[in-house]
């Protein structure tokens, strides 16, 4: 952990890879996007200043100043437009909205994922866990990665849409999976740089699958306006929803919310469970521990959401998966006129680029940070590490944190003690390297077996 006499050996300010002309460090990023954060991250300064083809870039290496800009992107911090095929797929959505709009459209969303309403999302969690590990077989071999993106998946249509709604799964998940997947195309090439107008045969396949994407809202929407069943999912509390005029939301903005809380569910979600069960099997004193705790907590009956407070190891073990493979590993802001960090002045334009990767990998922040250890996260403090506060940022921070940070750690925790009571997974000998693209993926297939738990 960094002391205040360690603190006067690193510079304010410092400037980072010379780049090339016109291109600046774009080349050296788009190779491996990890790589280039960690040589930012080893530079002994505050904020590293780099160019991304034209654009001045300022990557934070500090979390005071993370934090101060996240609390401030609602005033001279605002989040950059990052693409034509992010803001193809999530329109007008409150993710990309600012200023009042954003307000009131955050205060129509917002219920639909407070701790009230994730209780009742609970049951949905635990009873798709369950339908997988009842489909799986001692000794099978599984895709991880695809099976726990296809479980979030399950999970966020029927929290978003009901169960008994009439929702096409399949339409869904093919449509979202193009479409995520052009995101991150984009975003490591030239896409942020192209004008709209350009059409490469990578944004007509987005369009294509957002054009279905949209005609099968409009179809659940319309459903549900011509029903009278009461149901309790988050498209019954959008239609519901109004702001403080008593306005509705409109059939286009209904339409922006399922769609960005389907990508900040799904993916992100996923991708973290995978990255758990990799962890896990690779670390056989974590994953003892843990059994210990569903049996001496659950005793082999599924868990509810009250027992998400009663599995303090298994949340730990989600919070330092998360902490080591944080599903979103960037997180962007653009200055405005009176911009400022730590009382100097950033000039109007700047990026200002924040990683979570890079940040939890930081011998300052984090002891030991290339071990995983659930037990730097112990609810007791005599036990837990002392953790820099703002170091730990999977779910962004400050005014425009993720709404969805309980739905997103109850899901994980239930679904980990949903199936950890019956399977070990067992991931094959070999390391899997963080690929970029929507979410921080595994590179390859992460193959594993099946292992019953036994009961002695």
Not at 298 to 326: F, H, S, W
Request: proline share 7%; hydrophobic share 40%.
């Amino acid at each position: 952990m960094t002391t205040a006499a360690d603190r006067t050996a690193i510079a304010p300010v410092l400037d980072g890879p010379r780049g090339l002309p016109l291109l600046g460090s774009l080349p050296e990023f788009a190779r491996d996007p990890l790589a280039f954060l960690s040589r930012l991250a080893s530079y002994p300064a505050d904020q590293v200043r780099w160019r991304l083809g034209p654009a001045p870039v300022v990557f934070l290496n500090n979390p005071e100043m993370i934090h101060e800009v996240l609390a401030a992107r609602e005033f001279t911090f605002r989040k950059p437009d990052l693409g034509y095929a992010f803001r193809h797929l999530l329109g007008d959505g409150f993710i990309t909205s600012r200023g009042p709009e954003w307000r009131r459209k955050r205060g129509m969303v917002q219920p639909a994922v407070r701790p009230r309403q994730v209780r009742a999302y609970a049951e949905i969690m635990s009873a798709a866990a369950q339908e997988l590990a009842a489909r799986w077989a001692p000794g099978r071999r599984v895709d991880v990665t695809a099976e726990m993106l296809a479980l979030s998946q399950r999970i966020t249509v029927r929290t978003i849409f009901g169960t008994d709604s009439g929702v096409r799964e399949e339409v869904i998940a093919d449509s979202m999976l193009i479409a995520q997947h052009q995101i991150g195309v984009e975003f490591r090439g030239l896409g942020p740089m192209m004008p709209d107008w350009m059409r490469t045969p990578g944004r007509r396949r987005l369009k294509r699958a957002v054009d279905v994407l949209d005609t099968e809202v409009r179809r659940l929407v319309a459903l549900r306006r011509e029903s009278p069943t009461e149901r309790d999912d988050l498209l019954t509390r959008l239609l519901a929803a109004r702001d403080a005029a008593g306005a509705h939301l409109t059939d286009k903005e209904i339409r922006d919310e399922c769609v960005t809380m389907y990508v900040g569910a799904h993916e992100t979600t996923g991708t973290a469970l995978a990255w758990v069960w990799y962890l896990l099997s690779r670390h056989p004193r974590v994953r003892e521990r843990l059994t210990d705790e569903l049996r001496r907590v659950l005793n082999g009956r599924v868990p509810g959401y009250e027992d998400y407070a009663r599995l303090p190891y298994c949340e730990q073990i989600v919070k330092e998966a998360l902490r080591m493979r944080p599903p979103v590993w960037m997180i962007y802001a653009l200055a405005d006129e009176g911009a400022t960090l730590a009382g100097r002045p950033v000039r109007k334009g700047t990026q200002v680029w924040m990683s979570p990767w890079a940040t939890h990998f930081d011998p300052r922040w984090f002891g030991n940070p290339q071990e995983f250890s659930p037990e730097r996260w112990a609810r007791d403090a005599s036990t837990a590490e002392t953790v820099t506060e703002n170091a730990w940022f999977p779910f962004g921070g400050g005014t425009r944190v993720c709404i969805g940070v309980r739905f997103a750690m109850v899901a994980s925790v239930l679904v980990l003690a949903t199936i950890a009571q019956r399977f070990h997974l067992e991931v094959e000998p070999g390391e899997f390297a963080p690929k970029i693209g929507l979410t921080l993926q595994p590179e390859g297939t992460m193959h594993a077996s099946l292992r019953p738990v036994t009961t002695d």
